[in-house]
């Protein structure tokens, strides 16, 4: 499974953990190159925020492959 964070014109942070494994690991790509099973897209700030483990306002944020439901 992969989760990317995006920011316009910034290189994507992507997430990876392996199936069945405990392994969590990031890189960074060029926009869109890899396939995720997820993508948050947010300005770069938020999105240094996140990796700080801070929540930026959710309704700056564009999501794909992430429940509706998902909340502050």
């Known amino acids: 499974m992969s989760f990317a964070l995006r920011a316009p014109g910034q290189a994507d942070v992507v997430f990876t953990v392996g199936a069945g494994s405990s392994e969590l690991r990031f890189e960074l790509h060029r926009p ?41």
Request: proline residues 10%; charged residues 20%; contains cysteine.
């Open 32 to 72: 869109s190159t890899v396939g995720v099973t997820a993508a948050m897209t947010m300005r770069a700030a938020h999105r240094l925020l996140v990796l700080w483990g801070r929540r930026p306002p959710v309704s700056t944020c564009w999501r794909r492959g992430i429940p509706p439901t998902w909340k502050r």
